[in-house]
């Protein structure tokens, strides 16, 4: 029995087979709902969920396997390219609830909540003709949300249409000697540069862009970070640096009379009406009587579990060990970039329960969290991370979270807290766990106190990750087999269930393709190294002991260095030798 819906749409029970033969729903039940959604007005879909409490993944599974097509999720991360429906009526697709999703050569992967509908296909077909169609299956309601992400990134237009646009206002400017320099932040193309730009750096998953003017009327460069490495994305022309500066000055509420010396601040960009993320921003006066920006976006609003991280077993192991005890320090540390509050986070999110009490100190505050009590310091009118730390002390805290050591007050004050019952957490910029102990006696902190405060440094790199669309396996050479086995320690080597050279000996790499843009690499995955504190380290601390001297200590105590477990990584198959090397290696 197919029922008729609405004047274009029907509804055909035996979509929804599945959810009664799984026990979901009763028959009787899912004839009532579709006679409910029909009378109401309602989507059967949300009637489901939310009268029926089935769970929407169990009716994406029974759409799936009706349509015999992918079920695809609304996934924020999941960009749909604008460049797709630029040329589309957005109010027809709100209307008949389809999206195209990405192009690959000439397939099409679009996205319908009923891949059967003929009437719909063949508009499909016409929009995009030529090319070979493929479906997936979504509810209405994610379907919609994806338009409403993608419809907020080309509101903007096309980045290509407004660089062409001042192009050709720069030429105009120069054919009449202008005064180039004239040209207002508030220009409508200025405006639609500076949020495309933000716009464009996100959907390429980029964590900082780079603004760099030059004299000499020469082009302004923008470069995007992504997955660690800078790349030039674009050039505009010598006559807006200064107007594309002093916008985003503007939008970061910044001085744009001041540009003499660096200034900080932060903005908050709505890309579409769910989706809204946080830009922290940087200028520095460079030659030429210019300014650069850096801009750092901190798309991160969830913490990430601590398993989700890839830790080595033992390392995550002895980790859970630290968090566990009740008073202490655990200092995260590495260089800026490298996920160090991201895995505090993570921490805390593990601590986080009703039985503690949980104060963070923070610049700036990146990840939210209920439960924690997050403070945003303020150097400037004095309130720093020592002062709030001072002040958490009167709080009632269990467990501590300061942002970074980056002075004698805050480390000395972190290690009284600690010393006086509570789990203190912080970052430290230092390239290895066993350097830290160093780095925090040259800050001034007693070496008894702290030797008997430390309970863990857990050190932290990015490498870059295989593209999963083009990794290839294949057979390494002798010498790559011996390098692996010479950097990791020839006696650790052989404690590993790796095979010797030979055959059955392989690795990964990636070949390159349209979703890494032919590096071979995609996404990054995280390297670690955890000092754990005991009594023979802590008497090395307290005799001041050379650092050659606590690393050979900690390899004893079973210690899996940042190179180890980059190239366990890479027998993982995770990454290459390279990369590890190029971030890892002293």
């Given at each position: ?167 050709h206002e720069a030429r105009a400017e120069e054919s009449l000697a202008g005064e180039v320099d004239a040209i207002d932040e508030n220009d409508s193309a200025i405006v639609r540069l500076a949020n495309q730009i933000i716009v464009e750096a996100y959907r390429q998953e980029a964590s900082d862009i780079h603004i760099e003017p030059y004299s ?371």
């Open positions: 029995m197919i029922v008729q819906r609405n004047v274009n749409k029907t509804i055909d029970p035996r979509a929804f087979d599945l959810l009664i033969d799984e026990s979901f729903i009763r028959q009787g039940d899912l004839i009532k709902a579709i006679q409910d959604s029909l009378q109401q007005g309602i989507e059967l879909e949300d009637l489901l969920i939310q009268q029926y409490r089935v769970p929407k993944a169990a009716i994406g599974k029974a759409l799936s396997r009706f349509f015999e097509c992918p079920y695809i999720p609304y996934d924020e991360r999941m960009v749909v390219d604008p460049q797709l429906i630029k040329d589309l009526s957005h109010d027809y697709l709100w209307k008949h609830v389809w999206v195209p999703l990405k192009a690959n050569g000439s397939v099409l992967d679009v996205l319908i909540d009923d891949p059967q509908d003929i009437v719909r296909g063949h508009d499909i077909q016409r929009a995009f003709p030529g090319m070979t169609i493929r479906y997936a299956v979504a509810l209405k309601g994610d379907i919609k949300r994806f338009l409403q992400s993608t419809i907020g990134m080309t509101d903007t237009g096309s980045i290509e249409d407004t660089l062409g646009e001042l192009v000499d009327r020469k082009e302004t460069a923008i470069r995007l970070r992504v997955d660690g490495t800078c790349s030039t994305y674009m050039r505009i022309p010598a006559a807006y640096r200064r107007a594309l500066v002093s916008r985003i000055k503007i939008m970061s509420n910044l001085d744009i009379a001041e540009r003499r010396k660096p200034q900080d601040g932060k903005l908050r960009f709505r890309l579409n009406r769910d989706r809204e993320i946080e830009v922290r921003v940087a200028t520095m006066p460079t030659a030429g009587n210019n300014e650069d920006i850096v801009m750092r976006l901190l798309t991160a609003k969830e913490p990430m579990p601590l398993e989700a991280m890839e830790f080595a077993p033992s390392t995550l192991a002895g980790l859970l060990e630290v968090i566990d005890k009740p008073h202490g320090i655990l200092l995260c540390v590495g260089p800026t970039g490298s996920g160090k509050t991201t895995t505090l986070h993570a921490v805390l999110h593990r601590l986080n329960t009703d039985a503690r009490k949980i104060w963070t100190a923070e610049d700036p505050i990146e990840i939210t969290q209920e439960g924690l009590r997050q403070v945003q310091v303020l150097p400037k009118i004095g309130f720093t991370f020592a002062a709030a730390l001072r002040s958490f002390l009167r709080a009632d805290p269990d467990v501590i979270m300061i942002g970074e050591m980056r002075d004698k007050e805050t480390a000395e004050v972190a290690v009284e807290a600690s010393l006086t019952g509570h789990l203190v957490l912080s970052t430290l910029h230092t390239n290895s766990a066993v350097e830290t102990v160093t780095r925090m006696l040259d800050l001034g902190c007693d070496p008894f106190n702290f030797a008997d405060a430390m309970q863990g440094v857990l050190a932290k790199r990015l490498c870059k990750r295989i593209c999963g669309h083009c990794k290839e396996l294949y057979h390494p050479t002798v010498q790559e087999y011996d390098k692996l086995v010479r950097e990791y320690g020839s006696n650790s080597w052989d404690t590993l269930a790796v095979p010797p050279y030979g055959d059955a000996f392989m690795l990964s790499r990636g070949r390159g393709c349209d979703h890494c843009n032919h590096t071979g690499f995609k996404g990054r995955v995280a390297l670690h190294e955890l000092l754990r504190g005991s009594d023979e380290l802590r008497n090395l601390i307290q005799n001041r002991a050379k650092t050659a001297e606590m690393i050979s200590l900690a390899k004893k105590g079973g210690m899996i260095t940042l190179i180890q477990d980059g190239i366990l990584k890479v027998i993982a198959g995770l990454t290459t030798y390279d990369q590890v090397r190029t971030v890892a290696m002293k």
